[in-house]
């Protein structure tokens, strides 16, 4: 069984080398040295390297790739023999702050609030509206926190026409909370503040929260990061690219390679499905001509 991780340009060493200890054939590709052709046949090349002939490929994206591969995604799943944890539509609604928030308010989540725009019109629209401090953030995640309109104005000019960007108000935080799913299944859990970070089992509030989370991304695996207020947990945003060292440091669990393991298990359980009820298909049929 092959797989191929498509990730950032920096490696991940620990990854690769579990990766290639579970599987027969583990190769990591940099984003940026993934070729698109289009024709007659799409296909997603690295180097010569056709990566529609790998059994499941794992993508880890990340903000400044996020478009390309959302393209490369659009590709491989048109073959159904390759397997993704995700598909390009979920992995649209899951980098889309906006739509993902949403989708978990309308599950009873709380989130934190946000607001995302493209244009200064709307900007000016929202700034009528809003009450400082406020934090402006570009999608790359790093963020300005601005105390007046006239710094808002200034702050926002420097985006150009149609690039996003994300105003957010600024929590308070008690403490953050990091979990990792990995299927139905909480693998790992830390709880950081100024003081400490350490390993935590999480409680049964937070567990009920991950459940109704878990509904609503359709992932093998994710990333959620929760702010702790007071009695309040709120969701403060889902990734797809662990930090897979982090969680191994903190928590002891070799997060990276339980993902792994999960892939394996899951494309071998797919494939063992349909030979399974062909075999009883047979034996039924077998057993019928042997009655009469």
């Known amino acids: 069984m092959k797989i191929a991780i498509i990730g950032p340009n920096e490696d991940e060493p620990l990854l690769l080398e579990e990766a290639k200890e579970i599987f027969d054939e583990a190769l990591y590709v940099p984003i940026d040295s993934v070729k698109l052709e289009v024709g007659e046949e799409q296909k997603v090349?690295?180097?010569?390297v056709d990566l529609s002939t790998f059994d499941?490929?794992?993508p880890l994206p990340d903000e400044k790739n996020r478009e390309f591969m959302f393209l490369c995604l659009k590709i491989l799943e048109k073959y159904e023999?390759?397997?993704?944890?995700?598909s390009s539509e979920d992995f649209f609604m899951i980098e889309n702050d906006g739509l993902m928030k949403k989708k978990l308010m309308n599950s009873g989540l709380k989130v934190r609030k946000s607001a995302?725009?493209?244009?200064?019109?709307?900007s000016r629209m929202l700034i009528e509206n809003l009450k400082f401090p406020i934090i402006v953030r570009s999608l790359s995640g790093k963020g300005i926190r601005v105390t007046n309109e006239e710094t808002l104005k200034n702050v926002l000019s420097l985006f150009k026409a149609g690039y996003i960007r994300v105003l957010e108000k600024p929590v308070k935080a008690e403490s953050i909370i990091w979990c990792f799913i990995v299927g139905n299944e909480i693998v790992a859990s830390f709880e950081e503040n100024k003081e400490t970070t350490r390993s935590i089992h999480v409680d049964t509030e937070t567990e009920s929260k991950l459940l109704k989370i878990r509904r609503v991304i359709n992932s093998d695996y994710f990333v959620v990061n929760f702010i702790r207020k007071r009695n309040n947990l709120i969701v403060n945003?889902?990734?797809?690219t662990p930090d897979f060292s982090q969680?191994?440091?903190v928590t002891g669990k070799d997060v990276s390679k339980l993902l792994l393991i999960h892939l394996k298990n899951k494309i071998?359980?797919?494939?063992?499905?349909?030979?399974t009820s062909f075999i009883n298909l047979l034996y039924d049929s077998i057993k019928k001509v042997w009655k009469k």
């Open 45 to 48: 090349f690295y180097e010569d």
């Open 56 to 58: 499941i490929i794992l």
């Open 237 to 240: 945003d889902i990734y797809l």
């Open 116 to 122: 995302i725009l493209a244009s200064n019109r709307t």
């Open 247 to 249: 969680f191994k440091k």
């Open 268 to 275: 071998e359980s797919m494939r063992v499905g349909p030979v």
């Open 81 to 86: 023999y390759v397997y993704l944890p995700f």
